[in-house]
């Protein structure tokens, strides 16, 4: 490597599997990366940032590198700078990114070197943040630039954040600058504040560069106490370094605190104003309806998921797509946008022409209508078996699935057959699951629209020959081809997809297109997307979207279907309803209604359990664990709706009108009420991420909140005023609990 490093980008990452090719891609586009480095710093993550850092440096080569660094963003960051080559520093979050048109306005900043630091304006989530609202794009302050550190030090929401910045790395090293791991907050503020100490000029530009994440998980409202502290304490370290500068630097960093203060109280951490005054408001917009939006009035979104294969077992599997897509439908549902559920059946290919061979050589009628998919499955298994000891079984499988596309009736006969024994068995499961779709659509539907997708591929010249085979080459993308015809002339699922798309879009008018498959089908998902964008359809960028989820096992084991080794998904739910019959047997075997409660509860306990981890991360069914009624499950979040209803039925209210605020002002209650509040923008937060599990850790944490609530806080008190106001925060808990289980596509019982 000859060129010299201009940038270094240091990206801290840890569980940042979701969203660090995102942020390292936004980098790429911005930077020519002969002049640039990125240093992602793993930091002790539990999840797979470790393979996607690996990967983004094979696709990108030796300008990215990979370094690891003990936990803490500080640490990350520190062990960054150490490793730095270039001239300049830039710091990005793992879950943010560098927006694409700032590229030329960064380097003829940095190429012209006049100032120290540069700091540029950035969005948070769609909202735009401009830091000067002035004409000119750029000033400079190349005498002494006192009074501008004084204006950034008492505007921490706009200047003194780490992030949106390039710094100097000479002032840096030569000051010593660094971040205190001591710090738990504000590090980056204490970081910007030592460096502006050393600078004599400094850029503010209009330009957005940054786009910031909003991350409601980790909002500063969780544990109130210990985040007060923790900014006292950050306070305190900084003051202390502020009192060596001169007097104008110390007044204007009173009103840095003051103002940090103030940030930290409107965002939950604490409220200095009366808690009344904070349950009076809570209270006054928490209702029947809370949670429900408007966001999405007027757009569509449409939802690919579950999408079997026609002809074999709906295995354990199939589960997670099928539950993350409901659980979407649901989240979109709740922000007002208008969704088609599809269920893209696998209804069409190859493997029906080997099929057809392996009835017609080893099945027969009775068997397949007497055992239905388990006989399909046999002989498919056999088929395979036999075929790699006979080439030529291969050769008949293709000759019949070309008389499938060509209509031969026997074909299509036989094939029509054995989707409708399937059908059987996928809607008896989707009927254990509490769900259906508005369209069951498969691969087949489209197989008559494939051709008009092929011609206008041809007619912009896209379409290559190659081996006799069509192909669209992406070379040029760091990608394989998209292979769209076979050298037989048959159409391949690429070319269904690409057709399922064009239909979609004209029939629906979708904004989204959601695609919920495993995450070996990012490549074929990127082809095709590719393709529509290179077809001259730009909205394919931003409304295609592929939903990735990791790999599922039971203790442990992975799940094959061609093999033969698999564990059906009807077996699952029905094992895990009748673990939880038991349970109900042994703890309360005088339970009105068990059977309808075994099936909420056992059911339930298999979606939570899917959706309560990352989707992008692999999921084991381990009974013990996914039917404690103790742990992080969902029996626990149901239970804690049940004894929510029992506490309402107990004291014979139901509905509670206004109350008296302060007499629920104490600890668990103020604590309770600020998770319920958080439910809108939780919702939000699911729907921008795709994240299921953004939803499961919150209503955890309110089912956590309530059960704290409940042991501190008798409700059937004498005092009728008192009684009230405590069952009027019980009756809310309960619906937030019930409609964030609803999201999950999960039931619940009023008893257990």
Same mark, same amino acid.
């Not at 640490?75 to 030329?104: P, Q, T």
């Not at 928490?286 to 009035?297: F, M, P, R």
């Not at 997708?453 to 993308?477: Q, R």
């Not at 999950?744 to 019982?749: F, K, M, R, S, Y």
């Given at each position: 490597?000859?060129?010299?490093?201009l940038?270094?980008?240091i990206?801290?990452?840890?569980?940042?599997?979701?969203?660090?090719?995102?942020?390292?891609?936004?980098?790429?586009?911005?930077?020519?990366?002969?002049?640039?480095?990125?240093?992602i710093v793993?930091?002790?993550?539990?999840?797979y940032?470790?393979?996607?850092?690996?990967?983004? /440096?094979?696709?990108?080569g030796?300008? =990215?590198?990979?370094i690891?660094?003990?936990?803490?963003?500080?640490?990350?960051?520190?062990?960054g700078?150490k490793?730095?080559?270039?001239?300049?520093?830039?710091?990005?979050?793992a879950?943010?990114?560098?927006?694409?048109?700032?590229?030329?306005?960064i380097?003829?900043?940095?190429?012209?070197?006049k100032?120290?630091?540069?700091?540029?304006?950035?969005?948070?989530?769609?909202?735009?943040?401009?830091?000067?609202?002035?004409?000119?794009?750029?000033?400079?302050?190349?005498?002494?630039?006192?009074?501008?550190?004084?204006?950034?030090?008492?505007?921490?929401? +706009?200047?003194?954040?780490?992030?949106?910045? /390039?710094?100097?790395?000479?002032?840096?090293? !030569?000051?010593r600058?660094?971040?205190?791991?001591?710090?738990?907050?504000?590090?980056?503020?204490?970081?910007?504040?030592?460096?502006?100490?050393?600078c004599?000029?400094?850029? /503010?530009?209009?330009?957005?560069?940054?786009?910031?994440?909003?991350?409601?998980?980790?909002?500063?409202?969780?544990?109130?106490d210990?985040?007060?502290?923790?900014?006292?304490e950050?306070?305190?370290?900084?003051? +202390?370094?502020?009192?060596?500068?001169? !007097?104008?630097?110390?007044?204007a960093f009173?009103?840095y605190?003051?103002?940090?203060?103030?940030?930290?109280?409107?965002?939950?951490?604490?409220?200095?104003?009366? +808690?009344?005054?904070y349950?009076?408001?809570?209270?006054?917009?928490?209702?029947?309806?809370? %949670?429900?939006?408007?966001?999405?009035?007027?757009?569509?979104?449409?939802?690919?998921?579950?999408?079997?294969?026609?002809?074999?077992?709906?295995?354990?599997?199939h589960?997670?797509?099928?539950?993350i897509?409901?659980?979407l439908?649901?989240?979109?549902?709740?922000?007002?946008?208008h =969704?088609?559920?599809?269920?893209?059946?696998?209804?069409?290919?190859?493997?029906?022409?080997?099929l057809?061979?392996?009835?017609?050589?080893?099945?027969?009628?009775?068997a397949?209508?007497?055992? %239905?998919?388990?006989e399909?499955?046999?002989?498919?298994?056999?088929?395979?078996?036999?075929? #790699?000891?006979?080439?030529?079984l291969n050769?008949?499988?293709?000759?019949?699935?070309?008389?499938?596309?060509?209509?031969?009736?026997?074909?299509?006969s036989?094939?029509?057959?054995?989707?409708d024994?399937s059908m059987?068995?996928?809607?008896?499961?989707?009927?254990?699951?509490?769900?259906?779709?508005?369209?069951?659509?498969? #691969?087949?539907?489209?197989r008559?629209?494939?051709?008009?997708?092929?011609?206008?591929?041809?007619?912009?010249?896209?379409l290559?020959?190659s081996?006799?085979?069509?192909?669209?080459?992406?070379?040029?993308?760091?990608?394989?081809?998209?292979?769209?015809?076979?050298?037989?002339?048959?159409?391949?699922?690429?070319?269904?997809d690409?057709?399922a798309?064009?239909?979609?879009?004209k029939?629906?008018?979708?904004?989204k297109?959601?695609?919920?498959? %495993?995450?070996?089908?990012?490549?074929?998902?990127?082809?095709?997307f590719?393709?529509?964008?290179?077809?001259?359809?730009?909205?394919?960028?931003e409304?295609?979207?592929?939903?990735?989820?990791?790999?599922?096992?039971?203790?442990?084991?992975?799940?094959?279907?061609?093999?033969?080794?698999?564990?059906?998904a009807?077996?699952i739910?029905?094992?895990?309803?009748s673990?939880?019959? #038991?349970?109900?047997?042994?703890?309360?075997?005088?339970?009105?209604?068990?059977?309808?409660?075994?099936?909420?509860?056992?059911?339930?306990a298999?979606?939570?359990?899917?959706?309560y981890?990352q989707r992008?991360?692999?999921?084991?069914?381990?009974?013990?664990k996914?039917?404690?009624?103790?742990?992080?499950?969902?029996?626990?979040v149901?239970?804690?709706?049940?004894?929510?209803?029992?506490?309402?039925?107990?004291?014979?209210?139901?509905?509670?009108?206004?109350?008296?605020?302060?007499l629920?002002?104490?600890?668990?209650?103020?604590?309770?009420?600020? #998770?319920?509040?958080?439910?809108?923008?939780?919702?939000k =937060?699911?729907?921008?991420?795709l994240?299921?599990?953004?939803?499961?850790?919150?209503?955890m %944490?309110?089912?956590?909140?309530f059960?704290?609530?409940?042991?501190?806080?008798?409700?059937?008190?004498?005092?009728q005023k008192?009684?009230?106001?405590?069952?009027?925060?019980?009756?809310l808990?309960?619906q937030? /609990?019930?409609?964030?289980?609803?999201?999950?596509?999960?039931?619940?019982?009023?008893q257990?």
């Amino acid at each position: 490597m000859n060129e010299k490093i201009l940038i270094s980008y240091i990206i801290p990452a840890y569980n940042a599997a979701d969203t660090l090719e995102r942020a390292v891609e936004s980098i790429t586009h911005t930077c020519n990366m002969e002049k640039c480095e990125i240093l992602i710093v793993e930091n002790g993550s539990t999840d797979y940032t470790n393979s996607v850092a690996l990967k983004l /440096i094979q696709k990108y080569g030796e300008n =990215v590198k990979l370094i690891h660094s003990e936990k803490g963003v500080s640490r990350a960051r520190n062990e960054g700078l150490k490793n730095a080559r270039g001239e300049w520093i830039v710091f990005v979050d793992a879950d943010d990114y560098i927006v694409s048109k700032s590229k030329k306005y960064i380097y003829e900043d940095i190429l012209n070197a006049k100032a120290d630091l540069y700091v540029y304006s950035y969005e948070i989530g769609n909202r735009a943040n401009y830091i000067n609202n002035k004409e000119e794009k750029t000033y400079y302050f190349n005498d002494s630039a006192e009074k501008m550190k004084l204006e950034m030090i008492a505007n921490p929401t +706009k200047f003194m954040q780490v992030w949106g910045k /390039i710094f100097r790395k000479s002032i840096i090293y !030569e000051n010593r600058i660094g971040f205190n791991t001591k710090m738990q907050l504000s590090e980056d503020s204490d970081f910007t504040l030592h460096y502006l100490m050393h600078c004599s000029r400094i850029s /503010i530009s209009d330009t957005i560069f940054y786009h910031y994440s909003i991350d409601n998980e980790s909002t500063m409202r969780s544990n109130a106490d210990k985040k007060v502290l923790q900014y006292i304490e950050a306070m305190n370290i900084t003051s +202390k370094y502020i009192k060596k500068q001169h !007097e104008n630097v110390q007044l204007a960093f009173n009103d840095y605190i003051l103002m940090h203060l103030n940030i930290a109280c409107v965002r939950g951490i604490f409220c200095v104003n009366n +808690k009344e005054n904070y349950v009076k408001e809570v209270l006054a917009k928490v209702n029947d309806t809370y %949670g429900t939006q408007e966001i999405g009035k007027g757009k569509t979104v449409c939802i690919d998921y579950s999408s079997p294969n026609i002809a074999k077992n709906f295995h354990v599997g199939h589960l997670r797509t099928t539950i993350i897509g409901n659980s979407l439908y649901h989240i979109f549902d709740k922000l007002g946008y208008h =969704v088609e559920r599809i269920n893209h059946l696998g209804d069409w290919g190859t493997q029906f022409g080997k099929l057809i061979v392996a009835y017609k050589k080893w099945g027969s009628k009775e068997a397949v209508e007497e055992k %239905g998919i388990p006989e399909l499955l046999r002989i498919y298994v056999k088929f395979h078996e036999e075929a #790699e000891k006979d080439d030529t079984l291969n050769d008949q499988a293709r000759e019949w699935f070309a008389k499938m596309e060509k209509g031969d009736e026997e074909a299509l006969s036989i094939w029509e057959w054995f989707k409708d024994i399937s059908m059987v068995e996928y809607k008896r499961i989707y009927k254990m699951l509490n769900m259906d779709f508005d369209h069951y659509t498969g #691969e087949s539907f489209y197989r008559d629209k494939t051709a008009a997708v092929v011609e206008e591929l041809k007619e912009k010249n896209l379409l290559k020959e190659s081996e006799g085979a069509m192909i669209v080459d992406l070379d040029e993308y760091d990608m394989a081809p998209c292979l769209v015809m076979k050298k037989d002339g048959s159409s391949i699922y690429a070319t269904r997809d690409l057709a399922a798309i064009f239909y979609r879009k004209k029939e629906y008018n979708f904004d989204k297109c959601i695609y919920v498959t %495993g995450l070996e089908q990012k490549l074929h998902f990127a082809q095709v997307f590719k393709v529509v964008e290179l077809m001259g359809y730009e909205w394919a960028k931003e409304n295609l979207i592929h939903v990735p989820y990791g790999l599922v096992s039971l203790e442990g084991g992975k799940l094959s279907t061609r093999s033969g080794n698999i564990v059906y998904a009807e077996d699952i739910l029905k094992e895990s309803v009748s673990k939880i019959r #038991e349970i109900i047997a042994e703890k309360n075997p005088d339970l009105k209604d068990k059977e309808d409660v075994a099936q909420k509860v056992g059911i339930g306990a298999i979606i939570f359990n899917d959706l309560y981890n990352q989707r992008i991360k692999d999921v084991t069914f381990t009974w013990e664990k996914i039917h404690s009624f103790d742990g992080e499950t969902g029996p626990y979040v149901q239970y804690t709706y049940a004894r929510a209803a029992s506490v309402l039925r107990k004291t014979g209210i139901t509905e509670v009108g206004d109350i008296d605020a302060s007499l629920v002002t104490d600890e668990t209650s103020v604590a309770l009420l600020k #998770e319920i509040e958080r439910f809108p923008e939780v919702i939000k =937060v699911a729907a921008d991420r795709l994240e299921p599990s953004v939803v499961s850790r919150y209503v955890m %944490g309110v089912a956590q909140s309530f059960n704290r609530f409940y042991h501190e806080n008798q409700c059937n008190v004498e005092d009728q005023k008192l009684k009230e106001a405590r069952v009027k925060i019980v009756i809310l808990a309960k619906q937030v /609990i019930k409609d964030a289980l609803e999201l999950l596509g999960i039931q619940c019982p009023e008893q257990m």
